[in-house]
């Protein structure tokens, strides 16, 4: 480990010195035209060559500006023109800048970042300078119940520039312990006069079946002193994806008999049990009723031992899986800007946006988990499996598959508004105020059907893992909509909504000018997240493949089993026997069986090709058939979703003050500029759950049609803490062209809201353990160092090396706590809610004033993260040596380590951190042509904590991952000298078709493996 280390340090430095000595060589070119500090009176000088930068150098050109005028570590992207930006997407767009990562959701596009080692929930996004939320879950399927928010809902046709602060200072807006990113939408003043800017395009995935396309239309007018903006950007993307993946790896359950050793199934896992005797239907010449022991499994898996059969890991759900539909996205923004006079400045920002996905997910899986199969002629990675190996093949018997058809519909919208004002009352003293408000909802449909094998059908699997996707290949003709039965098949209506509010003002009050002033502050900011669920999975069940009973019963009470039978009128008079008693009591509804909705006979009928050679469900008529909009509607709250998100709720009320001076001075004769200063700021928490009981009557009622539903109630719980938060930078001019930077900070993030949830579990027979959430836990405080030279070596050009320290303290660990059993009252859960044999042994204990429980919890932890990383930044026009002007290259590098330390955290490692990324463009923009060639790099990592599956040491892996993207256009109006033509556009996105692919343990486990393949995008735009 600590070789690797020490060879990605030496990479770093060989890197930052390489970056070092070409820059320089490029800058003494460039130097040699400049005009000495003598020169001749400017009556004898010569004409003046003005060089018009416009395009892609003009956003480079204007962020080499911005970040050498910075006082603190802040980077930009900018727009390339009224409305047209460098990148088509937020997240990418900011990818680009050193230190920052993107996060890519299955299809590819870029949804979240990271700033420097910590995870997108320890960004603080704002939107013109206040704070946002978006209430969707994440990525495609994704269980977000953190801080993040989702960038590919803003287009970024509508920006003017996107803001990145690493250092932060006392005016900014809390939150991001690991960096600050400002939205800057597009205002009228940003250019006068009336601008007109539209534009069409249209993309072609590559292995979609359908075109699909994107426009904007943005027009601005300034009157005078006042002016207004508004501007529109809708997309229809058409998504194809395939992929490969697994719902985790496992091992087989060895019976004493199978493996007698005392090691047993050391490595922990056991999904699947082989059988102890040959079932019937087994197929494969083997002898029904033989005993399978070890004898028997050393003989059907010659040249293995014991152990490696016991310990060997195959894929728990391995299965082939394609992702297609429409995504369709609407955004709006409207600005207005009224300046009396040059001290008075009023501003109105709003925006909407609107995502509409309406996708459909097949899985096609081999079920091992919970199955019986038979494993024969097995080959394993590894002679010495004492802490697991590989399956690399074999043939598994009596086994099944299926396929899961889920139709997913996701909606999400944001809408805000910012008015603000900027006054400058006299020559030293200005104010600034802003309101905020934005609100977002969002739902999440999701119902699925399962359709399995047959079991003891005689299908027989041969799996490979030679590398790559493994290979599964059933005897079954799984394209055969006959090969499919309702036999211990599924449904499920599962959904998510959420909302999210914020609103907030801000004011400050500058006192001196540019050589010194003192700045102060007030915010506050009140941010509301809830997040519900409905399932109404058992009913719908029921009814589509459970005979359909006359009276159907919420849980704890039973639920036919899912086998198709249809007997219209027969009694049901056995599935609910205590019916008319406790719960029911007094119903007199006769109990009969009408037939399942979706019969096991027709079922075949509802089976159809999909639009990618594999089977799918005819949704559209199994929905009609099976009164699905009927079960949805009317589908009760439950306490997590489909996405495994948790119903609960999250309102923070904060008021910040602030105080800071900024300045100028000479420091050992070199211009300084200096920002220094102190944030306070108190917090006010609001959490919420919604916890589910069991109801106490049941407890005696043990028919199921009499036992009454659990008991549903939202538990609040409050909390306030403050936090002090200082910051100081200092920049030295060393020379006109070189900036060196230092900074010292604190920074915070707030708690995990999950993690906060007052949720609990108690439900133990002794009523002695249970768990429960915290809400007391503490914000993450990160204390910072940022060290960094920068370089301007002419135009756009710069090199940029900075070194930063973050110390982070906040992660949580799981802790026993011993509590009196009235604490309990605080989660609903009192003497009269536990059942009777609860209340018996809590009276044993001296009754519920005098009982203890012990409860387990997560706490903060008293170690400390430790993230130190390098940056990277180079960017160069290659003008001076090359023939051709126009060309010139951006690369952006960051290396990052990390260590923890201390109580609980010893080998803690923040989850999704590249040590290593780096993103490298090379540009050609001149004479109306411009044409980019990006490549992406971002080195694989650990992604998720030990123990999955059960087996102790199994965490999950990304793999490395290498995206290359090509964009160009010609301006005609340029090139062939036609004023008002517009500019066509060609893009290709993953030129080099890489797949996102993870790891289970080992790296011969695949874990996922997605494949979004090329797209391409044909466009104009044109400006007036």
């Given amino acids: 480990m600590q070789q690797k280390q020490q060879k990605g340090r030496q990479a770093g430095r060989q890197m930052a010195f390489g970056l070092t000595v070409m820059a320089g060589l490029i800058a003494q070119s460039y130097a040699q035209d400049t005009t000495p500090a003598a020169a001749a009176p400017q009556a004898d000088a010569a004409p003046m060559t003005v060089v018009q930068v416009s395009g892609y150098r003009n956003s480079l050109l204007s962020s080499a500006k911005d970040k050498k005028e910075a006082v603190g570590f802040q980077d930009s992207i900018n727009s390339e023109d009224f409305g047209k930006f460098p990148d088509k997407n937020i997240a990418e767009s900011l990818s680009r800048i050193p230190g920052v990562g993107v996060a890519r959701d299955i299809t590819g596009e870029g949804s979240t970042i990271q700033i420097r080692g910590l995870g997108s929930s320890f960004t603080k996004i704002l939107l013109n300078g206040a704070p ?36 932060p200072t006392a005016e900014m807006i809390e939150g991001g312990a690991a960096g600050v ?23 072609k995935q590559q292995i979609a079946d359908k075109t699909g396309g994107r426009g904007s239309f943005m027009a601005s007018q300034t009157f005078g002193n006042w002016g207004i903006l508004g501007g529109i950007a809708l997309s229809r993307q058409q998504i194809h994806t395939t992929g490969w993946e697994t719902v985790g790896y496992t091992n087989a359950n060895l019976s004493a008999a199978q493996n007698p050793a005392a090691n047993r199934n050391n490595t922990g896992g056991g999904n699947w049990t082989i059988p102890a005797t040959v079932p019937a239907g087994a197929g494969n010449g083997l002898v029904t009723g033989e005993v399978i022991d070890q004898a028997w499994l050393l003989a059907h898996n010659p040249g293995l031992t014991i152990q490696q059969i016991d310990n060997a890991i195959v894929p728990r759900l391995g299965r082939t899986m394609d992702y297609f539909g429409t995504k369709d996205k609407g955004s709006a923004i409207f600005s207005a800007e009224y300046r009396p006079t040059e001290n008075l400045h009023f501003y109105l920002d709003t925006v909407y946006s609107k995502r509409d996905d309406k996708m459909t997910r097949m899985d096609y899986d081999w079920s091992v988990r919970n199955g019986g199969m038979i494993p024969l002629n097995m080959k394993v990675d590894k002679s010495d499996c004492s802490d697991g190996c590989t399956v690399l093949g074999g043939t598994f018997a009596n086994t099944q598959n299926f396929f ?97 509010e914020t609103k907030g003002f801000h004011s400050d009050l500058t006192w001196g000018d540019d050589k010194f002033n ?11 997240r809830r997040i519900s669920a409905s399932d109404n999975s058992a009913a719908w069940q029921a009814a589509v493949c459970g005979n359909n009973p006359s009276v159907f019963l919420q849980g704890p ?30 119903a007199t509804t006769p109990l009969t069986y009408g037939g399942s909705l979706i019969p096991q006979t027709a079922l075949a009928s509802y089976i159809i090709p999909g639009p990618y050679g594999k089977p799918i469900v005819d949704w ?54 200096y920002n220094g200063g102190v944030r306070y700021v108190r917090t006010k928490q609001s959490v919420g759950s919604l916890n589910s009981i069991s109801d106490p009557r049941n407890a005696s009622l043990t028919l199921n049609g009499s036992k009454y539903p659990n008991i549903d109630q939202w538990v609040y719980q409050e909390t306030t803490y403050n936090n002090t938060l200082p910051s100081g930078t200092l920049a030295v001019n060393l020379r006109s062209d070189v900036v060196a930077r230092a900074a010292l900070s604190r920074s915070m993030t707030r708690a995990d809201p999950n993690a906060l949830r007052p949720g609990v579990n108690f439900s133990g027979v002794s009523a002695d353990t249970g768990t429960i959430g915290n809400p007391a836990l503490k914000p993450y405080l990160s204390d910072n160092i ?29 802790e ?166 517009p500019t066509l556009s060609f893009d290709i996105v993953n030129l080099n078709n890489d797949s996102r692919k993870g790891y289970f343990q080992f790296g011969n486990a695949p874990f996922t493996q997605y494949s979004p393949g090329r797209t391409y995008s044909l466009g104009l735009r044109a400006k007036f």
Avoid at 644 to 668: M, Q, R, V, W
């Fill in 132 to 167: 946002i939320a978006v209430a969707s879950s994440g990525p495609i399927d994704g269980a977000n119940t953190n801080r993040e928010v989702d960038l590919d809902l803003l287009p970024t046709d509508l920006f003017t520039k996107l803001t990145v602060s690493k250092s």
């Fill in 181 to 203: 990113v400002n939205l800057r939408s597009a205002r009228p003043f940003d250019k006068e006069g009336r601008t007109i800017a539209a534009s069409i395009t249209a993309t």
């Fill in 404 to 500: 899961e058809h889920g139709y997913r519909h996701d909606k999400v919208d944001m809408k805000g508004i910012n008015p603000g004002m900027e006054w400058k009352i006299t020559p030293t003293l200005k104010l600034d105020a802003q309101l905020n408000y934005t609100k977002s909802n969002f739902s999440h449909e999701a119902p699925t059907v399962y359709l399995i094998t047959p079991p003891n059908s005689g299908n027989t699997v041969t799996y490979a893992n030679n590398g790559g996707i493994p290979s599964v290949v059933s005897s079954t003709d799984l394209n055969n909509p006959a090969s499919y039965v309702w036999n211990t098949g599924r449904v499920n209506i599962q959904n998510e909504f959420r909302q999210t």
């Fill in 518 to 528: 003192l700045k102060g502050g007030v915010a506050y900011d009140d941010i509301e």
């Fill in 557 to 586: 009470n039973g639920a036919p089993a899912c086998n198709g039978a249809s007997t219209p009128g027969a009694s049901a008079a056995a599935l609910y026997p205590g019916y008319g008693t406790g719960y029911t009591a007094g």
């Fill in 620 to 673: 559209d008529r199994f929905a009609k058939d099976s009164n699905y909009q009927y079960y949805y509607n009317n589908a009760p709250a439950t306490g997590a979703s489909s996405t495994g998100a948790s119903a609960g709720f999250i309102g923070e009320k904060t008021t910040g003050l602030y105080l800071e001076a900024n300045g100028k001075f000479d420091l050992a004769g070199f211009p300084t500029r």
């Fill in 786 to 814: 940022d060290l960094g030279i920068d370089w301007y070596t002419g135009r756009e050009g710069y090199v940029s090396l900075t070194v930063f320290q973050k110390k982070v303290d906040g992660f949580t660990v799981n």
């Fill in 816 to 981: 026993n706590v011993t509590l009196p059993f009235s604490a309990l009252a605080a989660y609903g859960i009192n003497y009269g809610t536990l059942t009777p044999n609860q209340q018996t042994a809590i009276d044993s204990r001296g009754g519920p004033g005098a009982a203890t429980v012990v409860m387990t919890r997560a706490k903060n932890a008293d170690g400390d993260l430790r993230i130190r990383g390098l940056e990277l930044g180079w960017v160069q026009p290659l003008d001076k040596i090359l023939p051709i002007r126009g060309f010139g290259i951006n690369e952006t590098a960051t290396f990052i380590t990390q260590r923890a330390s201390g109580d609980g955290l010893n080998g803690f490692i923040a989850l999704g951190v590249p040590k290593r990324t780096n993103n490298l463009s090379v540009y050609y923009d001149n004479h109306g042509y411009s044409a980019r060639l990006s490549h992406t790099f971002s080195k694989g990592s650990q992604t998720a904590t030990a123990n999955q599956n059960g087996i102790t040491n199994a965490a999950l892996f990304s793999d490395d991952y290498k995206q290359l993207d090509f964009s160009s256009s010609i301006d005609l109006a340029e090139v062939l000298d036609k004023d008002g033509w």
